[in-house]
């Protein structure tokens, strides 16, 4: 079996000197901490710690972070939702005011609206339209429900949508030539109390309490009524006249409203506006405990 075996050093002569080979002690300065290296891993290490103290300190935001988000659901690309949606979504954008998305198809999925703050929606009124307005409040009130905030649904109607008002030179005009279309806008807008509730009228000339049903009917018979009113500009209470009275949904979802103070309560649907004290008109469904009442 081979192996290694020493041989001693062997003498050479060189000018008839001899020497003798000798092992060659190589005396090591940095005692083999090798300091070159050693730098280098140290500045590195350094560099990466002050990196990471100022991400630590200085967070950059996200595109968008912090802003409230706005889907706007355009009807076409022209003057109306130019200036009523398209010009407003980018002067909102540049001013890094919100983060507004433009949308001309409808999108179903409540998922899309769930971080929303916000939709507005420009002259939705044909029938599938309204529909999609009606799914939209019942996604909001369902977040709601879960403790989300929710989001505001902001109608924007245009000027005129009655055909025989329209401008005959208006190109456009043929949009609005379905008569249901007056009445989907009316429902879109319209909002309700149930028909029994009892409100103070003046009918022709005659102080009485009678019911939103009774209302209807004698607004439909064309009677002269008024409906009994606070004006908020100047807190005056008067009797006004009714501009329009109608039943909006006969399976519409109502809430009840209780008033502590005054013993009073109100069966509504939710989108019914109730104007407060505090935080002025807001929708009967966003009502909270601490909300005062503005009885009349």
Known sequence: MPRFVEVPATPKKVDDQILIRK????????????????????????????????????????????????????????????????FVGDELLA?????????????????????????????????????????????????KHQGKPGFKIIYEVDDLIDFSSIPSFNLCSTAFADPAIVDNVKEIIHNCVIGDTIVCVSLDGVIVDITIEEVLEHFNESRN????????????????????????????????????ISGSSLICTKDHPIYTKNRSWIRAADILPGDILDIL
């Open 23 to 86: 092992p060659f002690n190589i005396v090591d300065p940095f005692d083999g901490k090798k300091p070159f290296k050693t730098n280098v891993v140290r500045e590195r290490n350094w560099g990466a710690k002050i990196q990471q103290a100022k991400r630590n300190s200085i967070k950059m935001p996200s595109p968008g972070e912090g802003l409230p988000r706005v889907m706007h659901y355009c009807a076409d690309q022209g003057g109306c939702a130019f200036w009523r949606l398209i």
């Open 225 to 260: 009524i008024k409906i009994l009113s606070k004006d908020i500009t100047n807190d005056t209470i008067c009797f006004k006249s009714i501009t329009d009275c109608k039943m909006t949904d006969d399976n519409a979802e109502v809430i009840e409203l209780y008033d502590d």
């Open 95 to 143: 001013t890094n005011k919100a983060v507004v998305q433009t949308m001309y198809q409808m999108i179903p999925d409540p998922n899309i609206y769930a971080t929303l703050a916000a939709v507005r929606l420009q002259r939705q009124c044909n029938e599938p339209q309204k529909q999609f307005i009606k799914h939209l409040r019942h996604v909001s009130d369902m977040f």
